[in-house]
């Protein structure tokens, strides 16, 4: 049985850091797309940014140059990094799984809210 675990949400002020972190069981994160997702109230869930199993990496436009996603196969954990950190930040974070076969995975989420 597959489970992600989400942590390292808060809150921050504007232009603060957070780390999220997405550990992996009962599957290698090195084998299939990585991804977080977000959902701001009242808003649908979001792309925030994905890294496939070859390491290519993409990201929703607002957010570039601000996160990075990252992976740590010796840990099977995948990271977002945040970085200037603005209001419009704000959700709950989701970590995703999706196998080549197309099996998909969510974590339980992790909230994220940003002060002004």
């Known amino acids: 049985q597959v489970q992600l675990v989400e942590s390292g949400g808060g809150l921050v002020q504007a232009g603060g850091s957070l780390r999220l972190s997405c550990a992996a069981s009962?599957?290698?994160?090195?084998?299939?797309?990585m991804a977080w997702y977000r959902q701001a109230p009242g808003k649908q869930r979001e792309l925030v940014a994905s890294?496939?199993?070859?390491?290519?990496?993409n990201y929703l436009d607002p957010v570039k140059g601000r996160f990075t996603i990252a992976r740590d196969n010796a840990k099977n954990t995948v990271f977002l990094q945040m970085n200037s950190l603005k209001p419009e930040d704000t959700g709950v974070y989701y970590c995703?799984?999706?196998?080549?076969?197309?099996?998909?995975?969510w974590g339980q989420g992790t909230q994220v809210t940003v002060s002004s």
């Open positions: 890294i496939s199993d070859s390491g290519t990496t």
């Open positions: 009962g599957s290698f994160v090195s084998l299939a797309t």
């Open positions: 995703h799984r999706r196998t080549t076969s197309g099996y998909v995975n």
